[in-house]
């Protein structure tokens, strides 16, 4: 059975700093795709960025980056220029390939962001 | 750009009674699940539906829970008679067919007590 660990329960970074959220996947699938969702106090689950498990080159999306490392099954995200507004609970997920694949959730990081 | 719309943000239910939770899925989507996530806890697949009926489910999908989509745009999960374990936030999801992308409803915060 597919797992995803999140290492760091709680995170903080000062208000244009960068940061790193760990994330790590356990599955025998070689097709599968991974994402990160960002659910802030309102408790709405946002997309991030996601990953497709064939690509080798690493997703970006503005500030947001992931270093996806396959074969160690690590799949982090980076945000840059961190902002007040980034503050929330970040979820890492995968999904493996095929039609009806549902998303497996880690337990989250908490992300604070300083002024 | 499109939302998946689920109502009631908040319900509140006395503890055996049944709920119906509603969810609006994009229009065009074909894949419909359901999540939940007990305050504080990760966020756990319930069940996935397709072609009108259901594709997978978890092992917290028991026989107290039931989906159905009524009218072709609506999608429902019921809880038949609820539990004080049944209190969660509960996300509806809709995929596109072709597509890995999901879209979450905003929740709905199901309290019993």
């Known amino acids: 059975a597919q797992t995803v660990t999140q290492s760091q329960p709680e995170m903080s970074v000062q208000e244009a700093e960068t940061v790193t959220l760990s994330c790590t996947y356990d599955t025998s699938e070689s097709d599968y795709y991974l994402f990160w969702y960002k659910q802030p106090p309102s408790r709405q689950m946002i997309l991030v960025i996601r990953?497709?498990?064939?690509?080798?080159q690493n997703a970006t999306e503005n500030r947001f980056s992931v270093n996806f490392q396959k074969a160690a099954k690590s799949f982090s995200l980076k945000i840059s220029d961190s902002q007040l507004g980034d503050a929330a609970m970040y979820f890492c997920a995968f999904r493996y390939g095929g039609s009806q694949g549902n998303l497996i959730f880690g337990k989250g990081t908490k992300l604070s962001v300083k002024p | 750009e499109p939302e998946v719309t689920q109502t009631p943000s908040h319900q509140v239910t006395q503890m055996g009674q049944e709920v119906i939770l509603r969810c609006v899925p994009i229009s065009n989507h074909l894949y419909f699940y359901w999540y939940r996530q007990i305050l504080g806890q990760k966020v756990e697949f319930l069940v996935s539906f397709y072609n009108n009926e259901i594709s997978e489910k978890s092992e917290i999908f028991d026989d107290q829970f039931s989906v159905e989509r009524p009218d072709g745009s609506n999608f429902t999960l019921k809880i038949r008679s609820t539990k004080l374990e049944d209190s969660a936030m509960y996300f509806c999801a809709s995929r596109q067919d072709g597509h890995y992308g999901y879209t979450f409803g905003s929740g709905t915060r199901l309290t019993v007590v």
């Open positions: 990953q497709e498990a064939y690509k080798q």
